[in-house]
Every structure is written in structure tokens, then in C-alpha cells.
């Protein structure tokens, strides 16, 4: 079973930008989809993306145009690249096959 873990969280502006990545522990090349959920304090957790074998690609609305997800089959890695970044992004970030999940990393930004 493939394990993972995210990196690339911590404390942005308004505004600003950060990249997660999530880091396979083995091949997610026949991997059908993997995504990014997030969860903030007190809320269920979401889903923000997700990410199909051929790179089709879903966000939920309120990202659209903000964020961008992406896969490198070669280094078994996806991307969450995250710009105009608002408090309301806020979260705790976690990277997922569907299958397994990661253990999460945190995105905090400050008004």
C-alpha cells in the first residue's frame, strides 16, 4: 500500500503563495486519481482537487482560479500550487489516493 507525505505548509500573508507536495512511498503511476482534501477547525473536511491518471483535473469553486494541482508520475509526487491565498484557506491540508492518506500539513494565513 503506497504511503504519503505532505510538506510545504506554513504561515503566508493574504495574498500570497505556498506549494504542497505529497511524496509517494511507491508508484502512483496506475494510480487512477489522487486528490487534496482540507480541513479547517470545526468543519468537515473538503475536498479541494483532484487529479486523474491522464491529468483531468476538479476543484471545488472556491478555489478555482487559485489553485492549481498537478502530478509528476516520475517522482511519484503531487503538487498543490496555492496563490491569492485568503484566510479563509486556512487548514489543515492532506493529501490522499482515495485509498490511504497522508498526515496532513498546515496552511495558516494571516489577514
Known amino acids: 500500500q503506497v504511503q504519503l507525505v505532505e510538506s510545504g505548509g506554513g504561515v503566508v500573508q493574504t495574498g500570497g503563495s505556498l506549494r504542497l507536495s505529497c511524496a509517494a512511498s511507491g508508484s502512483i503511476f496506475r494510480l487512477n486519481v489522487m486528490g487534496w482534501y482540507r480541513q479547517a477547525p470545526g468543519k468537515q473536511r473538503e475536498l479541494v482537487a483532484k487529479?486523474?491518471?491522464?491529468?483531468?483535473?476538479e476543484y471545488v469553486d472556491s478555489v478555482k482560479g487559485r489553485f492549481t494541482i498537478s502530478r509528476d508520475n516520475a517522482k511519484n509526487t503531487v503538487y498543490l500550487q496555492m496563490n491569492s491565498l485568503k484566510p479563509e484557506d486556512t487548514a489543515v491540508y492532506y493529501c490522499?489516493?482515495?485509498?490511504?492518506w497522508g498526515q496532513g500539513t498546515q496552511v495558516t494565513v494571516s489577514s
Open positions: 487529479i486523474s491518471r491522464y491529468g483531468s483535473t
Open positions: 490522499t489516493t482515495f485509498d490511504t
